[in-house]
């Protein structure tokens, strides 16, 4: 299998259920489901590393409270800190989850966006790697150390990019300096209409594919995921029945599906049903932490929509 290299941020994420969003001045009930360290990238490596895929950690670990409990998490997944703060502390937010699933964060940053070249040039990384890269640190005030680390000295590896919502924040013209013949975007609907422009989301992203020569994955939720590939056909795959506790998480979750098939070597068709059904579990469970384990994605029983 090949190993992913895993860059971005652990933070405390405390989750709240509440039944809307309160209004300006409101005062509503929620319920608390305790604190979890989630953040996107740690949501990556954990289910990467529950489905048993050889990892190489990229995430930062501060010297506060919330570094002793991301340390702490680490190690009940048997993965080391290689990239560490002495000054700064990891970032937390709360996550506010609606009946439907949908949530919504506030968010306090961390030294998850505290970033330097040289001390990315510590992790050694094999040349046929994969390398995740969340968009929230690439788009970070400190990301250019990032964005430049990628463009430099990762020049053979597979990258898959999950911009988010800081695509924003990239400067024009990264996206374009990337590998295309190596680079994987992997977005929701609102991610891929910003960046493909208005109209058929699909449509739009086979466009932007067909003129970057970049590969789009575009994510639908519940109804499944798309192929954008360059010089060839969209491809849709199908989501799987389940019912939603939250979706906290499921991008993530999808992510760390198709990065675990590009390890074992499947089709970006299978990769991405892959996807889909990592995701599909871990929405059916509280929190960021949902993605199953390896034992756990074979004892499934889903069904596609």
């Known amino acids: 299998m090949r190993q992913v290299v895993v860059i971005g941020a ?23 489901h305790g604190w979890q360290i989630g953040g996107c990238a740690f949501n990556v490596l954990r289910a990467l590393v529950r489905l048993q895929i050889p990892v190489i ?10 570094g002793q409990r991301v340390r702490q998490a680490l190690s009940e997944l048997g993965v080391s800190p290689i990239l560490t703060s002495t000054t700064q502390d990891n970032g937390w937010c709360f996550a506010l989850a609606e009946p439907d699933g949908e949530r919504t964060f506030i968010s306090i940053p961390g030294c998850e966006e505290e970033w330097d070249k040289t001390e ?4 050694i990384i094999p040349s046929h790697g994969i390398i995740y890269v969340s968009g929230y640190e690439l788009g970070c005030s400190q990301g250019e150390a990032l964005q430049q680390w990628l463009l430099d000295d990762c020049t053979t590896q597979t990258l898959v990019l999950d911009p988010g919502p800081r695509l924003s924040d990239f400067p024009d013209d990264f996206l374009s300096k990337l590998p295309a013949d190596r680079t994987i975007l992997t977005l929701n609907r609102d991610e891929a209409r910003f960046l493909c422009g208005d109209g058929d989301i699909v449509q739009q992203a086979l466009y932007y594919a067909e003129c970057s020569g970049m ?22 795959v199908p989501a799987y029945k389940i019912t939603a506790v ?8 999808h992510t760390a599906g198709v990065l675990a098939g590009l390890s074992r070597g499947l089709s970006l068709i299978d990769c991405i049903d ?20 390896l034992s756990e994605l074979n004892e499934s029983l889903l069904i596609r929509t």
Do not use: Y
């Open 10 to 32: 652990a933070a405390g994420d405390r989750v709240l259920s509440i039944p809307r969003l309160p209004l300006r001045g409101e005062d509503i009930a929620a319920s608390d």
């Open 246 to 253: 939250d979706t906290i998480g499921a991008g993530d979750a």
């Open 120 to 123: 990315l040039r510590s992790l």
């Open 57 to 66: 950690n990229g995430i930062r670990v501060g010297n506060g409270q919330w």
């Open 215 to 236: 590969t789009l994955i575009v994510r639908f939720d519940s109804q499944g995921a798309w192929l954008c590939p360059p010089n060839q056909l969209a491809h849709f």
């Open 274 to 293: 892959l996807g889909n059904k990592i995701a599909a579990i871990a929405v059916t469970k509280q929190g960021p932490s949902g993605a199953p384990t």
